[in-house]
């Protein structure tokens, strides 16, 4: 144990930890010989604002204890009868999961009655979603897809929980459609939890804050940082997107990435079809995401407020950048909270030549 603690591997492991907390937080050590747990974390971070009230970090861990509820039915589906589909279709006109159900009300659960929030709106509900009147409201709104890609489920890929944290706007009591419909830019937390192979948590609490990953061991039920301060690896030529529309896209795009396949410009293509499970894969290894308007989805499929703000909150966070095509996701103004965005987003100078290209 003693020899496993001293590898050049796991010295180097902790000497990152210790450069990224350095960096946004002071000195600090790992906590336990498993890591740093994500409760000290979010503590640490609170003391590094003090003018913080400590509703954000009950936030943040209510939603861990929600992704840990998730995360334990999605490992036991096949077991639970939670495979497949509801029968029924949501207001956005796509077939329900079993499992999408749960997800949104474990959130819900979770989240309604710590006092920390005065709305939540949800890729399940029709409507922003009221906090019940016998619980206080608190500073901050909550965005969520419970569970992105879950038509995956089935097939054990990767699926995940995608969600973005606006601080309110309104003075007091329930929210107003002004907390909501606004810019990514006022954005003061996003993540995503992906359940796959293992769960992991990912967050940034600031475009300057860094991005950072916390595991969760199914043993301890907790979540510690195992990928601190990710960055975008630039030099990654990895493509994501359902290129099997590619007859339906700007041919200025559709020209662009046939030139990509140049076989001395190196570049290669995975898709899973689960957002949370293509951009984590980026996150961690670099690349670039696509989801452009199709004849389909003329404004693209993804939604704003839910999948493009959060997952182009952390991109930049990262090192990255994110576009509609013309200009930057996190500028973006929702007037709708289900609204829809084609989107671009990964490495920096890959969506700049989606840009480029786009321009013409
Ligand atoms: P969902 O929120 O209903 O799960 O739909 C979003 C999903 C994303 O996870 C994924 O990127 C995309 O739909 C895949 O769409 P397509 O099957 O058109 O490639
Ligand atoms: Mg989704």
Redesign the pocket.
Known sequence: MDDEKSSPACVLAHMDVRRAWTRYLGPMSTQFEEGTTLDRFLLETMHAHPEARGQLVTLLKQVALAGKLVSARVNRAGLAGMFGATGSMNIQG?YVQKMDIYANEAFKRALEHAGVLCMMVS?EEDAPVRIPERFACGDYVFCM?PL????NIDTNASIGTIFTIFRRRSPAGHGTPEDVLRPGTDIVAAGYIVYGAGTVLVLSTGLDAGVHGFTLDPAVGEFFLSHSDIRLDATTRTYSC?EAYAAQWDPRLRTWLDGLKAPELGWSARYI????G?VHRNLVKGGLFL?PPTAKAPSG??RVLYEAFPLAFLCEAAGGAATDGERRILEIVPTTIHQRTPLFLGNRDAVEAVLGALRG
């Open positions: 796509e890729e897809d992105d890609g879950s038509s359902n079809g689960s957002l949370v293509d989801y499929k993804l």
